[in-house]
């Protein structure tokens, strides 16, 4: 049976609408013989979108574009560019015989596009190819895309481990200047940022937050313990950066969560979410907590112009206290 998720891209005026029935100025959908999914979007200041998801068909069409499968019937990574009229200015497929997922898009200050996600065994963009050294760990990667579609540059994390490491990344930001943040989890073994900074494995879950420049160059990394199962859906970071390039990261736990010597213990059984601010050195500054003894989980974290922070989440089984306003 062919299953197809579609990709709808629309553009319309939401000014006066006062009930009246939305109006579609384009819609766009993949074409291939199985199963597609569109997970990930990005938009630029010109009203471009750039869409990512998977294929598992011999072919994927996108426009003018057609896409080919090297593998048999395994999930393929695709990234996509529409203009604001719905036209496939261009399509790249990225081949992993593995497993492979972009998790997180965004658009820097010059236009270009930052992605990052996961992969297994190895993964090809153009002409550069991450490996993972063991080929059971699932690993990171990050990259500038130019609006052309050309990359500029792709990293891994995680991926030179020898011994058996399992990580996400969740959510990225950029700044003003270009530099890029990153957040995840990691489990199992210690997770090798590069070739001079390893992050320890200080129990059986670690977040980790990281700052790179817009050359892809690390700038500090941290780790955050916490006994939470961490990489199970419902449990991912959300990250964001202000005009002063603080860092604000968020996530559950249900212990303690620490950055360096400074975090907070939950006494009660409940699982709750933790808010952590960075410097622009990565020294973390303070973090707190928000729950009872229900269960209080971070979806999204916003940071406006005026560095007004917004957290998007859910709660359930008790009232959510918040402490004073």
């Known amino acids: 049976m062919k299953k197809i998720i579609f990709i709808i891209l629309s553009v319309f005026l939401l000014a006066n609408l006062h009930g009246q029935t939305l109006k579609f100025e384009w819609v766009e959908s993949p074409q291939g013989e199985s199963e597609s999914y569109a997970f990930k979007t990005a938009t630029n ?7 990512s998801g ?40 990225y081949s992993c015989p593995g497993e492979s997922h972009i998790d997180g898009m965004t658009i820097d200050a010059d236009e270009n ?34 609006p052309t579609g050309e990359v500029m540059w792709m990293t891994g994390l995680g991926n030179s ?16 200047t ?43 990394a941290k780790n ?19 005009t002063s390039g603080n860092v604000y990261l968020s996530g559950p736990f249900n212990s303690s969560i620490s950055f360096d010597s400074t975090g907070v ?8 979410t933790f808010l952590t601010k960075f410097n622009s050195d990565g020294q973390p500054q303070f973090v707190t907590q928000f729950g009872d003894t229900g269960y209080v989980y971070p979806k999204d974290l916003k940071i406006d112009y005026n560095d007004k922070l917004y957290l998007l989440g859910g709660f359930g089984q008790t009232d959510l206290l918040l402490g004073s306003t």
């Open 161 to 176: 481990s020898t011994t058996l490491v399992t990580s996400f990344a969740y959510d990225l930001a950029s700044d003003n």
């Open 224 to 242: 955050g313990h916490t006994s939470a199962t961490i990489g199970s859906p419902g449990w991912e970071s959300t990250i964001d950066v202000d």
């Open 45 to 51: 200041i010109s009203g471009d979108n750039y869409v």
């Open 265 to 272: 213990s939950n006494t009660n059984s409940g699982i709750r």
């Open 178 to 220: 270009g530099n890029i943040y990153i957040a995840g989890d990691y489990t199992q073994g210690d997770f090798i940022i590069n070739d001079s900074l390893t992050l320890p494995n200080t129990g059986p879950n670690n977040y980790f937050v990281a700052k790179f420049n817009s050359e892809g160059i690390l700038q500090w």
């Open 54 to 93: 998977q294929f598992s068909s011999a072919t994927l069409t996108l426009g003018s574009y057609v896409l080919n499968n090297p593998t048999n019937n395994l999930r393929q990574v695709y990234l996509a560019k529409y203009n604001s009229q719905g036209t496939v200015i261009w399509a790249k497929h």
């Open 113 to 146: 596009l930052i992605i990052m996600g996961r992969f297994s065994q190895t993964i090809t963009f153009g002409a550069i190819t991450l490996s993972n050294v063991n080929p059971y760990n699932l690993s990171v990667f990050m990259g500038k895309i130019f």
